[in-house]
């Protein structure tokens, strides 16, 4: 889980406190792809500025600020060439009715990416 203290999130931990029989660490973009097409969203992390809070519009984000906060787990829900598109948890008002697009590999989000096996 991400602590505002730590600069580091444990997306496994959280993953399994919150019902997921197991989790796998996918490492590559055809990997995520794969997953998100055959399973549907999944989960990720990536570096956040602190302008991705105000991130509005329908162009990919890219941080202006040099303002880095810290790890944030986001949910990846599809893709594009060479974009993921996720979906905030800051509300509709946030973002592009509450979803954003980002360049693949940007920020390390490729390099976080897991998806779960529900619990049944």
Known sequence: MCKSDS?????????LKYKCKSVTKLNTVDEIKKSIYENGPLIAQMMIYDDFWT???VEPYTHKS???V?????KLIGYEPGFWIGEGI???TWGDNGYFKIKAGYLE???FAYECEPVP
Do not use: R, T
Not at 7 to 15: G, I, N, Q
């Open 7 to 15: 600069k580091k999130c444990d997306v496994k931990e959280a993953f």
């Open 55 to 57: 991130y509005k519009g």
């Open 66 to 68: 040099v303002n880095y």
């Open 70 to 74: 810290g790890p944030s787990i986001v």
């Open 90 to 92: 800051y509300g509709q």
């Open 109 to 111: 989000l490729d390099k």
